[in-house]
């Protein structure tokens, strides 16, 4: 069975599939190699991708777009906040989980973000299997390298709601990494910085490649940085320009926010080859028309604290490599965003002038060192991916809160996955019975200023003075950056071992069943709509080939009336159902009528 490599995108999913000893991507069902990530809900049917994407000015409460941004995160997460205030859905808080209210088959439906990626996913699954002509399930994920343990574990469950079996998830960077190395078949040692900057998310990579052997040095980044964040800069600065043109505030206005935010993002991709852009809106609210226009030194202005944010974390990613910038060979650029050119022109002064390498495409790369990676995990060795090594590292530091409410580092950044390290605690009193471990991520010295992923309590200790009752706690994190956490009470070798508790965004196990039971609905009504649309057309079809052949047989006056006006009234009948949902019963009896008038 073969396997695929998604890369799950903010803005743009694509899919890659290993085939004939190399790596192909797959074009949906438009011919496209890269397919938007949205999802759309209307009346009666569902659309994911370029369907979706076109319903977004006009169907936008309910097209959703953008779901990496809340994946993995909670409600109360000021990102979040921030975010849903330009989009045109709403977000809803469900026990500090953000959830997604729809209008769907004229009854209102409410969705978490993993079910939303999982159908992106699911759309992603289908085109490869329209193209390989195969059942695929195994598949590798990617994520940003910076995405914290909540945020790759949502990603999972996504892939699993959406029928996938994860054999793997692969940072981004490192994913393009694998393209760039394979492409370029390095011989020699080479340190390759890679600079991904997309829609929604920023990563820097330092990777060590030597042919097929990729051994990643230290990565940095931003989950929450890209070209999103450039349109909303554009969207802000027209918002108030039309404040102060016609004294109109569109900020509460969604429809007229999602018309402005489709041509901020046109004017920012024209500013990358020209100094000028226009920006207008028909009618954009209160009767007036956006007429305008943006420089790209205006678009470099407003958006300047966030590239010279890129450029920090070059700097803190080689710091903490180690490695020199004059030791880099390559820069790689991967991304939609690093078209932008006051961007190419930071890095290159950066890096004295050096020619950074565009010689991968930067919308493919992800997925195409993906699929490499799915395929090394389910070949093994194997003549064409022979030798092939990957050693990725933790993006984040992994602790446990000391009783001074302290982060206790036990696996710091960049260290290399997969890894292992035990990590003994004491008991604080005397006859102390259980202990509560919190466990955290991030680099601050308080627990508090972290990432909380989730607490266990050990109880059952036997009654010994302080210090002396002891636990023994394993953290393991594999080779897609997960981590397992156990507790072991080591006095009586009572060996009840603890998998750290979901931290409380994340689903249960049994919600996750219920969303593939949704899913597997889903799949059924779009596999239904996908029936009636095909039987519909062959209707149409025939209709139109019994007008036709008509004049070519020998028929009666009332023959040919009657023919013709059966036709007529099919394709009617057809015309004004075509958006409301027909039974496939009723399209089976019209066809039996024709069938029959013409038989006879
Ligand atoms: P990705 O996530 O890699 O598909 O990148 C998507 C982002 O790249 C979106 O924010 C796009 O607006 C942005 N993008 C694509 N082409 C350009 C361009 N020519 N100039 C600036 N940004 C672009």
Known sequence: MPTIGIDLGTTNSCVAAFRNGRVEIIANDRGNRVTPSYVSFTMDERLVGEAAKEDVTSNYTNTLCQIKRLIGRTYDDPSVQADTKLWGFSVIDDDNKPKIPVIHSYKSNIFCPEQISAMVLEEMKNTAEAFLGETVTDAV????????????????????????????????????????????????????????????????????????????????????????????????????????????????????????????????????????????VDALQGGYDLRSGISRAKFENLNFDYFKRTLDTVKNTLTDSGIEKENIDDVVLVGGSTRIPKIREMLEKFFDYMELKRTINPDEAVAYGAAAYAFSLVTGKDTVMEEFVLQDVIPLSIGIENKSREMGVIIPRNTTIPTKKWNNRQTLKDNQEKMILKIFEGERALTKENHFLGAFTISGIPPAPRKEGKVRVLFEINASGILHVKAIEKITGNSSEITIARDKGRLSEREIKQMVREAEKFRQKDEELKQRSKAMNALEDFAYSVKDKMSQKYLTTRQKESLMSKVTEILHWLDINKKEPVEMSHLEAKKKELEQLWND
């Open 141 to 280: 994920i990617t994520v940003p390298a910076y995405f914290n343990d909540a945020q790759r574990k949502a990603t999972r469950d996504a892939g699993e709601i959406a029928g996938l079996n994860v054999i793997g998830m692969i940072n981004e960077p490192t994913a393009a990494a694998v393209a760039y190395g394979l492409d370029r078949q390095c011989k020699s040692e080479r340190n390759v910085l890679i600079f991904d900057l997309g829609g929604g998310t920023f990563d820097v990579t330092i990777v060590e490649i030597k042919g097929r052997k990729f051994f990643v040095k230290a990565t940095g980044g931003d989950t929450h940085l890209g070209g999103e964040d450039f349109d909303n800069k554009l969207v802000e600065h027209f918002i108030s320009e039309f404040k102060q043109q016609h004294g109109e505030n569109i900020s509460d206005n969604k429809r007229a926010l999602n018309r402005l935010r489709v041509v901020c993002e046109e004017a920012k991709r024209k500013l990358s080859s020209s100094t000028q852009a226009k920006v207008q």
